[in-house]
């Protein structure tokens, strides 16, 4: 069964670094999303991008963040210069019509900021 | 006020039992879409169900069931049956926007331990 991943599984990171987060969507899938989620709290959407641009962002999104579709197949997810409140799970998610279609997510990347 | 609120914390019960996981929104949109996701304790999110705002229709998937009521706004999910397996902590979200594009806003999720 086809599956999203994710690389790393665990990233630390030294305040002020800058860190990409690597998701490799379902391969037919034209919507994907990043969440993220501090430990032990609830999910919190980032951002969800379609024919190679954003299509939506959460306030947490801001300049310090930045999406991309290199190649065609990886969706990254790039924290410019990581603060300590960046320490969380970061969860890609990929569909194949957006909100009709069912959402599948890879594994996670836990993210330590040091 | 918050836009989702899962009331229960956390919720035990023991196996077999039928437990509900209450969800209730708040929004002004016509058109919204109401999900659940599942995450066990391995940590991975799961997606359980969809439901847009047009579609109060309730649905049964085996043992699982959910509620949809515009008239209390509440979107409310329920396991028959109950299993060990069952055990995760289950988040409600609603999907607001319009012309195609959405952001979900999620409650702070119900932890489930279903006892052998």
């Known amino acids: 069964e086809p599956e999203v991943t994710q690389t790393p599984s665990h990233q630390v990171t030294q305040m002020g670094q800058e860190v990409i987060l690597r998701c490799v969507p379902i391969?037919?899938?034209?919507?994907f999303y990043w969440y993220r989620q501090i430990l032990g709290q609830k999910v919190e959407f980032l951002v969800s991008?379609?024919?190679?641009?954003?299509?939506?962002k959460s306030e947490i999104f801001d300049d310090q963040f930045s999406v991309e579709r290199p190649d065609g197949s990886n969706f990254t997810l790039k924290i410019r210069s990581t603060k300590l409140e960046d320490s969380a799970m970061y969860f890609c998610?990929?569909?194949?019509?957006?909100?009709?279609?069912?959402?599948?997510f890879g594994p996670g990347t836990r993210l330590l900021v040091l | 006020a918050q836009k989702v609120t899962q009331a229960q914390t956390e919720i035990s019960v023991v196996e077999k039992e039928d437990v509900t996981l209450d969800c209730v929104y708040e929004?002004?949109?016509?058109?919204?879409?109401l999900f659940w996701y599942k995450q066990p304790p391995s940590g991975e999110l799961v997606f359980l169900i969809r439901?847009?705002?047009?579609?109060?229709q309730n649905e049964i998937s085996g043992r699982y069931s959910w509620n949809f009521q515009k008239s209390t706004s509440s979107f409310n999910f329920t396991i028959t049956a109950s299993q060990v397996v069952d055990s995760a902590v289950y988040f409600c979200?609603?999907?607001?926007?319009?012309?195609?594009?959405?952001?979900?806003?999620f409650g702070r999720g119900t932890s489930l331990i279903v006892h052998p």
């Open positions: 979200a609603l999907w607001e926007g319009s012309g195609g594009s959405y952001i979900p806003t």
């Open positions: 439901r847009n705002s047009f579609d109060e």
């Open positions: 991008f379609y024919n190679n641009e954003i299509s939506e």
């Open positions: 998610a990929s569909s194949e019509l957006g909100l009709k279609e069912t959402q599948y």
């Open positions: 391969s037919n899938h034209l919507y």
């Open positions: 929004t002004r949109d016509t058109t919204y879409y």
